[in-house]
């Protein structure tokens, strides 16, 4: 028996042998799965959690402010930015909860847990404050209060009748501003943050189901690759989605009015709203919606007839008018009349220098004093347009330096160049009336007219995200130029959205703008 007993201990695993090999080998590898395990826990953050020392060794600002209270559970630490907390909601909503224990940390309103030191250092550069409870994850509270201006009149595109409500640089405003314009529940918000050193919010606005498809995909894949280290305007972030073409016109609608932006996005189009900046921006834009406003369709046809040929003719005499008179009284003033032809020689009479340099220094010298104007405050501003067109431009015919006729001239050109609506499309035309003016130097009426052509296909060459810059005019859609053209139709009439956006919905409206 006893022989029996010691060859059983023999045989059996655990003395030694080969089977005893084995369960070695079990168990070591069943310690290296729970070390491994061990240590994949040691990398999460879950397992580390940021602290307030760690905050207080990244953040060495002046402003950085934090504080400890006493709880039963233990000391909680308390960090944040003065400078972007407001200190009183602080105490209502944070502090006095926590110290009468009304409210355990978990439950404050609008708590999120942060797991990361990069979450943490996020969350409070935009103006939260962070809980660092004992022996758990940060929490972070939304207490923003840094002072925002409110919500006022347009300041660049005025209107008599229409709305009144402008954009400001709080981003949450005015999402809530274009919302109480467009209560769709398609529309839909998808928010980013682009710039490494700025981190700036940005929010991109379409109506779901309406907008071009492949035009929100193509901003929803782009928007995560932008890698500009500072975003001041939504201009920074389209150019670097949509590209930038060499040319003065703007390829980008920027508006401060919410109305406007709101009527974009229901006709198909993408806005781009950044935070800190009171201008949104509409892609994609052409040159006939610069032109347009809702204003001057309210009175009636006959009424948008009229305001609509006026701005149109305003901003060809501002092209035109100067390279005009210098193709003229350079190489063609035997198209002239002879009784107007000598009246023009009488006013050049005693001017001592070539046509076509009368005209550059009169432009030069009327771009500078609006230049001067539009960026002096206001009240040196008013002065400076009074001392220009007045003083300045009739000490310069005195003096013999220019003609009384070309000043006439210079200030029709340069009053049509502000007809537009928006201001930066202005400096477009005042650009090009340059080249215009000296093609009509060296060619008269035939560089005069070379300039417009080349102007043409200048403007057809374009395209802002994909559509043609003079649509609905190349390429021609006559439906479309109904929304565009001088003569505004009846607004039942306009049941269709302009094809040149691309929407996926292209029905507005029923027929006649009344249900069947």
Known sequence: MPAQRRQRRKDSPSAGGEG???????????????????????????????????????????????????LPEGTLAVVYLGSLVKKRRLWEEVLGPLLTQTLAVNDLPGSQRLATMEAVLRQMLLGWVILFPPGGMPVGLPLRGLQQRSV??????????????????????????????????????KMHVVGTRSRTRIALLYLDGVASSD????????????????????????????????????LYEETERSDRLAAALAMGRIGLIVEGSPFGLVVPVTFMEFQKDAESA???????????????????????????????????????????????????????????TEALIMLVVVDVLAEATTQAPGAIGNTLAIVGTLIIGQMMVQAHLASSLLMIIVSGSIMGSFLTLK?????????????????????????????????????ASLKSAGVPYL??????????????????????????????????????????????
Request: glycine share 8%.
């Open 298 to 356: 309210l009175p009636g046809p006959i009424v948008s007839v009229y305001v609509r040929s006026l701005r149109l003719l305003g901003l060809f005499i501002s092209t035109a008018a100067p390279g005009l008179y210098v193709a003229i009284l350079t190489a063609n003033p035997g198209v002239l009349p002879l009784p107007l032809a000598l009246t023009l020689s009488t006013t050049r009479f005693a001017v001592p220098y070539p046509v076509a």
């Open 423 to 459: 201001f930066h499309f202005s400096y477009a035309l005042r650009i090009w009336k340059y080249a215009i003016v000296l093609l009509s130097a060296f060619s008269g009426l035939i560089g005069w007219f070379t300039g417009f052509l080349l102007l043409l296909v200048h403007l």
């Open 20 to 70: 005893g090999s084995d369960d070695n080998s079990v168990r070591r590898h069943l310690q290296e799965i729970v070390g491994s395990a061990a240590g994949v826990l040691r990398l999460l953050p879950f397992a580390h959690p940021p602290t307030a020392e760690d905050v207080k060794a990244q953040l060495l600002g002046d402003d950085l402010e934090t504080a400890t209270l006493s």
């Open 215 to 250: 035009l929100v995909a193509q901003t929803q894949r782009g928007l995560p690759t932008v890698q500009i280290d500072f975003v001041r305007t939504a201009a920074d972030v389209a150019e670097v989605l949509f590209g930038r073409s060499l040319t003065p016109f703007p």
């Open 471 to 516: 649509s609905p005019l190349g390429p021609f859609r006559p439906y479309d130029l109904t929304h565009y053209g001088p003569w505004q139709p009846n607004r039942g009439n306009q049941h269709l959205r302009p094809a040149m956006w691309r929407a996926q919905d292209l029905v507005r409206q029923p027929k006649r703008g009344r249900a069947h």
């Open 152 to 189: 006022d009149e347009p300041s660049t595109e005025k209107e008599i009748v229409g709305p009144k409500e402008a954009l400001v640089e709080d981003l949450e405003t005015n999402i809530g501003l274009i919302r109480n314009r467009l209560r769709d529940p398609a529309l839909r918000v």
